[in-house]
T-cell receptor, first 115, second 113 residues
């Protein structure tokens, strides 16, 4: 069974540009979450989508947005890039949503560098 | 004060040693506690999870949760060079989404042959 796939693996962008990252969840998983990982702040929750609806949002500015398609694939967009947006962006998928426990499976991330 | 505190290390031990990794937290609503392992240039992979307080063992790994002290631990017995990685604790409360996790910053572990 294929794992969570993120593309591209590496990106270099210039300040002020925008970027779109893509995530394909594990087959059968309907929930997709995005996390930002930096050396200073660690892993921080960006947002979660379930059945094409944003269910939770972390404490990030509106420049960060996302969406989920009917096949559960998800994209994340960052507009007006800043140097501080340089990070590893991780996508994770899971079967369902609320209550109980359901494991979260991560992809290998997209390394974004803003110059 | 951050919700989850984790000593970043680095921690270096000889092969075969017992490793103890720890996190403290401040949010008493946290009920689910997880440990992830992250190799260089890879995403985190789930090692263990525990609900509420108590111990859980899986092979060479033991997870402990002490909710009264707001303290969780991961023990690795007979550590191997392949255990060299960053270990992340993560937690969430009992309500809401399964997937809005709060992570520690991670501890970098090196096991020397």
């Amino acid at each position: 069974k294929a794992g969570v796939t993120q593309t591209p693996r590496y990106l270099i962008k210039t300040r002020g540009q925008q970027v779109t990252l893509s995530c394909s969840p594990i087959s059968g998983h309907r929930s997709v979450s995005w996390y930002q990982q930096t050396p200073g702040q660690g892993l921080q929750f960006l947002f979660e989508y379930f059945s094409e609806t944003q269910r939770n949002k972390g404490n990030f500015p509106g420049r960060f947005s996302g969406r989920q398609f009917s096949n559960s694939r998800s994209e994340m967009n960052v507009s007006t890039l800043e140097l501080g947006d340089s990070a590893l962006y991780l996508c994770a998928s899971g079967r369902s949503g609320t209550g109980g426990y359901s494991p979260l499976h991560f992809g290998n991330g997209t390394r974004l560098t803003v110059t | 004060q951050k919700e989850v505190e984790q000593d970043p290390g680095p921690l270096s031990v000889p092969e075969g040693a017992i490793v103890s990794l720890n996190c403290t937290y401040s949010n008493s609503a946290f009920q689910y506690f997880m440990w992830y392992r992250q190799y260089s240039r890879k995403g985190p992979e789930l090692l263990m999870y525990t609900y509420s307080s108590g111990n859980k063992e899986d092979g060479r790994f033991t997870a402990q949760v002490d909710k009264s002290s707001k303290y969780i631990s991961l023990f690795i017995r007979d550590s191997q060079p392949s255990d060299s990685a960053t270990y992340l604790c993560a937690m969430r409360d009992s309500g809401g989404s399964n997937y809005k996790l709060t992570f520690g910053k991670g501890t970098l572990l090196t096991v020397n042959p």
